[in-house]
């Protein structure tokens, strides 16, 4: 379907207008299987650019992936190929999600007594205790107390995350700059 006669732009299907700053799809990411880079595009390695050079592509990216100490005349194209960060779409454009993994987390207390008495919960799973005792200095008896499970508390990684890292296979990002 083609529209004629135009008062106002174009929305797309969120409701902004088209991105006049765009043209050309300047900004555009492209995704190659080999590590090839187009004559129009920049390897997504980080390089600092001087802005008199790629001015369209400043103005719409300006200054969001500089570091300190960046000159005032340049500005940074994303590190997606040095960082090896996942891309990830969300309303929240430019925020950095670390890794980590859920955590692991469980309990056991064996606190009854007699058999069966025991409480398990998360990672630990109850079994038959039968007729089995726990010896102490005490002598025999039916609970010692309780024991918990908690990853966290051996890597930080376990409970940084809600997700975990799917598998995965490299590509090498460009964006568009003329």
């Known amino acids: 379907m083609k529209l004629f006669n135009l008062s106002v732009n174009q929305l797309n ?21 080999i590590k090839h880079t187009p004559d129009d595009c920049l390897s997504c390695d980080g390089y600092s650019l001087l802005i008199v050079d790629y001015k369209d592509l400043y103005n719409l990216l300006g200054k969001t992936f500089n570091k300190s100490g960046d000159a005032e005349d340049t500005f940074r194209i994303p590190d997606y190929n040095v960082s090896k960060r996942f891309l990830q779409p969300g309303s929240e454009v430019g925020t950095l999600v670390n890794a980590g993994l859920p955590n692991i987390t469980g309990q056991w207390h064996n606190v009854g007594v007699e058999p069966g008495a025991a409480g398990v919960s998360g990672a630990f799973v109850n079994h038959n205790w039968g007729s089995n005792f726990f010896y102490h200095a005490s002598g025999r008896a039916w609970g010692l107390g309780g024991f918990d499970f908690n990853a966290a508390r051996c890597s930080g990684i376990y409970g940084a995350s809600s997700t975990v890292q799917p598998p995965s296979q490299i590509i090498h990002i460009c964006i568009k700059y003329k």
């Open 13 to 33: 299907q969120n409701g902004y207008s088209k991105n006049m700053q765009t043209k050309g799809k300047i900004g555009a990411l492209f995704a190659f299987p």
